[in-house]
C-alpha cells in the first residue's frame, strides 16, 4: 500500500493558482518533478461531478493534490456559511472518489488548523481533532475540510487507497491575498503599513490590544514539508505543518513595521476582538518524521513584502 512518487509521475495539483497550489508546484519543479498539471476554474469546475470524472479519466493523474478550496475571512463564512460548506465539501467529494475510482496511486488533501476544537490544548496535537466544539465563526469551513480529511482516512480504511492529509497552520507569501477586508492579519499589515509608508501617515490603527499568539508559516515552506510527505509518509491520521513557535501580533506589528520601513505610530483600538487568545500546533510528529522549517519569520516578512511591492497589482486584486 505505501507508496512514495516517482519524478516522473503527472502530478494534478488542484487549486494551482493560489497561495498554497502555486507554492507546492513550484516546491516539485525545484525538485525535479516535470510532469504537473493544473487547470483553472473556468476549465474545470471541480463542484461539478460528470467534469471531474471525465477529467480523471481522460488525463489519468498518478498523484493528486487536493489545495483547492473556497475560501474567506471571518465576514464570509459568517454570512455564506451554506455555501462554505456545500462548496467545499463538493469539490472534496469529487476530486476524492475521481482518484479512487480512476486508481490514483497517491493523494494528499490540505486542511486548516481551524478543524481543532474552539478551546483545544495548546499547542494543538492530532490528536485534539474532534474532541470538542469549534469556533463558530469559521464553523461551516472547518466541518467541511473535517469531511475531507475523514473522507481520505475512511478510503484508505476500506479501500487502501493512499490518500493521506495535512494540517498547515496560517500562511504567507507570494500570491497572498492583500485585500483590506478579506485578507489575513500578516497580509494585512504589510499593506497597511506600505501604504501609510508612501502616504505619510501619523499612525497605522490596528485591531484588539496585540496580546493574541499566533504561528506563521512560509507558504515556500509548507510546500516543502508537503512535497515531504508525498515522498515518505503512508499515515492514516493527518499531520500538522507549522512551525511550533508563536508570536504576539503586537510583536507581529512592529516587524512589519520595521521591514516597510515606516516611521509613524502604532495604534490600538482595543475596542475590536481579539479572536482566539492563542493557535499553536504541536508540530512533534513532524518533527519525528525529519522535516523541519527553514525559513524564520524576520526573513519570510522580507520575502513576502518583496514580493508585495514588486507585484502590487496583483497584490491588490
Known amino acids: 500500500m505505501g507508496a512514495g512518487i516517482e519524478k516522473t509521475d503527472k502530478i494534478y495539483v488542484a487549486g494551482h493558482r493560489g ?3 502555486s507554492a507546492i508546484v513550484r516546491n516539485l519543479r525545484e525538485k525535479g518533478y516535470q510532469n504537473i498539471i493544473g487547470r483553472s476554474h473556468s476549465e474545470l469546475d471541480l463542484t461539478n461531478q460528470a467534469q471531474v470524472r471525465t477529467f480523471f479519466e481522460e488525463e489519468a493523474p498518478e498523484v493528486v493534490v487536493l489545495a483547492a478550496a473556497k475560501v474567506g475571512g ?3 463564512n459568517n454570512t455564506a456559511p ?5 462548496e467545499n465539501m463538493q ?3 469529487n476530486v476524492i472518489k475521481s482518484a479512487h475510482d480512476t486508481g490514483v496511486k497517491k493523494l494528499l488533501f490540505l486542511g486548516s488548523t481551524c478543524i481543532y476544537p474552539k478551546l483545544a490544548p495548546q499547542p494543538i ?3 485534539a481533532l474532534l474532541t470538542g466544539p469549534l469556533e463558530q465563526t469559521n464553523e461551516a469551513y472547518a466541518i467541511a475540510k473535517i469531511s475531507g480529511l475523514l473522507m481520505c482516512r475512511f478510503f484508505k480504511r476500506q479501500y487502501g487507497d493512499n490518500f493521506i492529509s495535512c494540517m498547515p497552520t496560517n500562511l504567507y507569501g507570494p500570491h497572498d491575498n492583500y485585500e483590506l477586508e478579506g485578507s489575513h492579519v500578516l497580509p494585512a499589515m504589510i499593506r497597511r503599513f506600505h501604504e501609510a509608508a508612501c ?4 499612525f497605522v490603527e490596528l485591531w484588539g490590544t496585540g496580546s493574541p499568539l499566533r504561528e506563521f508559516l512560509y507558504v515556500d515552506d509548507m510546500a516543502d514539508a508537503c512535497v515531504f510527505l508525498l515522498e515518505n509518509y503512508d499515515g492514516e491520521e493527518h499531520v500538522n505543518i507549522g512551525t511550533g513557535k508563536e508570536i504576539t501580533i503586537r510583536e507581529l506589528a512592529e516587524k ?7 516611521e509613524g505610530e502604532i495604534h490600538w483600538n482595543d475596542s475590536m476582538p481579539d479572536g482566539t487568545p492563542r493557535k499553536l500546533t504541536d508540530v512533534t510528529k513532524l518533527h519525528e518524521l525529519g522535516w523541519q522549517h527553514k525559513v524564520e519569520l524576520d526573513e519570510g516578512i522580507e520575502l513576502a513584502y518583496r514580493w508585495f511591492v514588486e507585484n502590487e497589482e496583483e497584490a491588490r486584486r
Open 91 to 93: 469539490i472534496q467529494c
Open 256 to 262: 512589519v513595521k520595521a521591514v516597510t520601513g515606516y
Open 199 to 202: 502616504a505619510g501617515k501619523p
Open 19 to 21: 497561495l498554497v497550489g
Open 82 to 86: 451554506a455555501d462554505f460548506a456545500y
Open 125 to 127: 496535537p492530532e490528536g
Open 74 to 76: 471571518i465576514n464570509a
